[in-house]
């Protein structure tokens, strides 16, 4: 009997069209092939779904925590015309205005009383309250991620998409942001003022990078922005009232496909992910408890010409995501080496959450609880819920994270994380041989690849690992649970 090419799957495959945070990260949406659903973020838990018949969606975007949602059909069989965007009422339970255009969307993102459609060369940015406007419209370059990133927090207006030119990013001020209204009875908090205006008139580019955007992103107060490119191996950090360069961090130094980055709300940490399966987090100021790491030649930037390689800033900690594989194959497989670049693909979206200090309360507590912390909240495509505690100052680096936190029958926890041993770690000193003869021309700090490689991997330290304080595993429609 010949078994080669059988394989055993003890579920079925999990298929997620999209998954979405809204502006607070309160609540995300989740689309599969039988429909939409609703979760808490965190304590997870299943809001409300909803079945959908004669097609699928590519796109759920809810508006805040409130009823309304935008929907955007794809897929094999669209439920919609992937050229609409439907507004649809929850609460109703039935479309209540849709958008068509003459091509297809490509993104959207919106926050109370806006909405932004992202197109191939264009973007269009609707006022939506009893009735849907249409407020502006912008060209873009040729923008088929439909990149768009739009501020969300009460009184902020900046919405930033790409540029006429490549690598270019435009800043557009919209209409302040309302703040929320209140629900309840009336709180002691005075109610939030909007930000001083600027001195100086905001700029309106900033040329970001010179090869194509890969992502776009801003906190929701709109103070920063966040560019990567499609090399996928330095993340900018800019000012978006003056146009400067903040910061400019290193994911790593081999080519890959930045999918998302995203701000603390406290805008004093970021975290980046690719599709090397690995969330780096990275710190923006000294306040944040925590330090990048750069390379021993850093102090040597200011006084001799070494590339820019050696002063850049890496993540002080990270989390390789393990690879969640659907069917088992019975087939023999060649041994891949720990070390080995090659890392299994993990599409995943991550966002900021606040939890208290012992990591079992929601995020609004009561008067005189624990303390608030940040953690990380990763959904993957492939149907995984991961809850990431960051590392504390004084854990080592070989940090093992936690099992589940609420262990479920069906669901186990993953494999310890693994670091990418490429991209995690900054070069060292001691990685470069000194004991070669000068050339001809000058100083000479080449060595062998192979001993390059052999000394890196004893000299490197690499950063921290969060830590995994709870696993959930996607299972039937009715999802994590």
């Given amino acids: 009997m010949n078994l080669a090419r059988h394989s055993i799957s003890s579920t079925a495959p999990v298929l997620i069209f999209d998954a979405r945070f809204d502006p607070e990260s309160r609540i995300f949406t989740t689309s599969t092939p039988a429909g939409f659903a609703i979760y808490r973020t965190w304590p997870l838990q299943l ?60 993104n959207i993102a919106c926050r109370r009383g806006w909405l932004a459609v992202a197109l191939r060369r264009r973007v269009v940015v609707f006022q939506v309250g009893e009735k849907v ?5 912008w060209d873009t370059c040729d923008n088929p991620r439909g990149l768009i990133a739009l501020a969300s927090a009460a009184h902020s207006t900046l919405l ?51 090869s194509a955007l890969n ?50 709300p406290d805008e004093r940490e970021v975290c980046v992910w690719s599709d090397k399966g690995t969330v780096h987090i990275f710190a923006l100021t000294a306040g944040s408890g925590a330090a990048n790491r750069q390379s021993t030649f ?21 989390y390789r995501i393990p690879s969640q594989a659907a069917h088992i194959s019975i087939s023999a ?40 912390e940040y953690q990380l909240v990763a959904l993957t495509y492939t149907g995984g819920w991961y809850r ?10 070989s940090a093992t994270p936690a099992s589940s936190a609420s262990p479920q029958p069906h669901v186990a926890s993953p494999a310890p994380s693994l670091r990418d041993p490429v991209s995690a770690s900054p070069p060292s000193a001691r990685t470069i041989s000194m004991a070669r003869p000068r050339s001809s021309s000058g ?10 490689g052999k000394e890196r991997e004893r000299e490197e330290k690499p950063g921290r690992e969060c830590v995994l304080r709870e696993y959930r595993r996607f299972g039937r429609w009715d999802g994590w649970g």
């Fill in 47 to 106: 809001i409300r779904k909803r079945e959908i018949t004669g097609g699928t969606l590519s796109i759920v975007v809810p508006l805040h925590t409130s009823s309304l949602l935008f929907l955007v059909g794809g897929g094999r069989s669209p439920r919609y015309p992937p050229n609409k965007v439907v507004l649809w009422d929850d609460a109703l339970q039935q479309e209540v205005a849709e958008l068509e255009f003459r091509e297809r969307v490509r």
């Fill in 133 to 137: 406007k249409r407020h502006g419209e």
């Fill in 160 to 210: 930033a998409i790409p540029g006429r030119q490549m690598g270019h990013i435009q800043l557009i001020h919209l209409p302040p942001c309302p703040p929320p209204q209140p629900i309840g009875p009336p709180s002691a908090t005075p109610p939030s003022r909007p930000p001083p205006a600027p001195t100086k008139h905001p700029v309106p580019i900033i040329v970001a990078h010179t």
């Fill in 215 to 264: 992502t776009v992103s801003v906190p929701p107060s709109g103070r920063l922005l966040a560019t990567t490119s499609s090399r996928g191996t330095l993340i900018r950090i800019w000012d978006t009232n003056t146009g400067k360069l903040v910061r400019e961090l290193r994911r790593g130094s081999d080519k890959a496909e930045i999918y998302g980055v995203a701000f603390r």
């Fill in 298 to 318: 850093s102090p040597l930037t200011p006084f001799l010409p070494l590339p820019k390689y050696f002063d850049s800033e890496w993540s002080y900690a990270q």
């Fill in 333 to 372: 497989q060649p041994a891949k080496s720990p070390t080995a670049d090659v890392v299994d693909e993990e599409k995943c979206v991550v966002t900021w959450i606040q939890v208290s200090s012992d990591q079992d309360e929601p995020r609004r507590m009561p008067p005189g609880a624990a303390p608030l």
């Fill in 388 to 397: 990431l505690a960051l590392p504390s100052s004084s854990s080592s680096s």
């Fill in 443 to 452: 100083s000479s700090f080449a060595t062998s690849r192979q001993d390059k």
